[in-house]
């Protein structure tokens, strides 16, 4: 049977000049501030969520994102319900992409983070949350959607100059988007050049 194809693809998934997607579901955060002034995006995050860990289609993401998770639902969210975090955007499962701040504003998912030296990712960076773990794959709508979207950040914020996965900037804290996420087929999906993944390694001809 083929793999399930995204359904969120069109229309385009261009922000807007208000850093919007049109094609997302909107639904807000309050968790984010402003950029620091004159500061340009410069790199895409991509990290990997589920709530309650190994979960999917709870709603428990866009509820910990509006600071209103319910701590008694589950053991583990007893132990975040209390911290405030956002991305710009997550993935579900079936390709859906929900956005949650503006990607001209500063959400706050990449935490204490250094992209080669430079600290504080969050400044210059846009946060993409993909439902999912580490020990399980992604589906085929997800990098449809996921491939879709870079194409129209880059486009968007030419100043894009690289690509990295939570675990590229914060090693050794964090682990996501995990073993299971493929950087090649996003790649090939989304028409990066080398360049943009400089975290990933280039192999050999034939291996």
Not at 2 to 7: C, L, T
Not at 55 to 64: K, L, P, R, T
Not at 140 to 159: C, G
């Amino acid at each position: 049977m083929a793999e399930r194809r995204s359904r969120y693809l069109r229309p385009a998934l261009r922000p807007g000049a208000d850093g919007w997607v049109a094609a997302a579901r909107r639904v807000d955060s309050p968790n984010f501030d402003e950029r620091p002034a004159g500061m340009p995006v410069g790199l895409v995050v991509l990290h990997n969520i589920s709530l309650p860990p190994g979960q999917f289609g709870s709603g428990d993401i866009e509820a910990f994102f509006q600071n209103r998770l319910d701590a008694t639902r589950h053991p583990f969210f007893a132990t975040i319900h209390d911290v405030r975090v956002s991305a710009h955007f997550l993935v579900a499962r079936d390709g859906e992409l929900i956005q949650f701040v503006s990607c001209n504003a500063r959400a706050w998912h990449a935490g204490l983070s250094d992209f080669f030296g430079r600290e504080r990712c969050n400044d210059f960076s846009i946060g993409i949350e993909i439902e999912g773990c580490d020990d399980l794959p992604f589906t085929a709508a997800q990098y449809d959607t996921v491939a879709a979207l870079v194409r129209e950040l880059l486009a968007a914020y030419p100043s894009v100059g690289a690509l990295a996965g939570h675990s590229d900037i914060a090693p050794g804290r964090k682990t996501d988007p995990g073993p299971h996420f493929d950087w090649d087929r996003l790649a090939g999906e989304a028409g990066l050049a080398p360049a943009l993944l400089p975290y990933r390694t280039v192999r050999p001809a034939g291996k």
